[in-house]
């Protein structure tokens, strides 16, 4: 069973940078496929970027050059920067990892609100 921890989220403004991280435990972040999400309120969850063991990453079109994935193997900390925020990026933003790319057990956190202002 692994354990995710988000932090990081925060009011920012239209423009700004936030640096999300979440926190692993019980297994290692370059051992698992990872992933970030969010929900935006009255909208399903909704993938935002992936990185795969292998280090291969996928981005949803709507981040594409402003959000980055990575992780920190040592930390055990998984990492999305937010660059260029916009008011519709406001939402619950959620780490996600499964046992193998094939797996259909997910593991998530408790996610950390991110807010966007004008």
């Known amino acids: 069973q692994v354990q995710l921890v988000e932090s990081g989220g925060g009011l920012v403004q239209a423009g700004g940078s936030l640096r999300l991280s979440c926190t692993a435990s019980?297994?290692?972040?370059?051992?698992?496929?990872m992933a970030w999400y969010r929900q935006i309120p009255g909208n399903e969850r909704e993938a935002i970027a992936k990185i795969r063991i292998e280090d291969t990453k996928w981005y949803a079109d709507f981040v594409k050059g402003r959000f980055t994935i990575s992780r920190d193997s040592v930390k055990n900390v998984l990492y999305l920067d937010m660059n260029g925020l916009k008011l519709d990026d406001t939402g619950i933003y959620y780490c996600?990892?499964?046992?193998?790319?094939?797996?259909?057990?997910?593991?998530w956190g408790r996610g950390t609100q991110v807010t966007v202002s004008s």
């Open positions: 996600n990892a499964r046992p193998a790319a094939w797996s259909s057990v997910n593991w």
């Open positions: 019980g297994g290692n972040v370059a051992d698992l496929p």
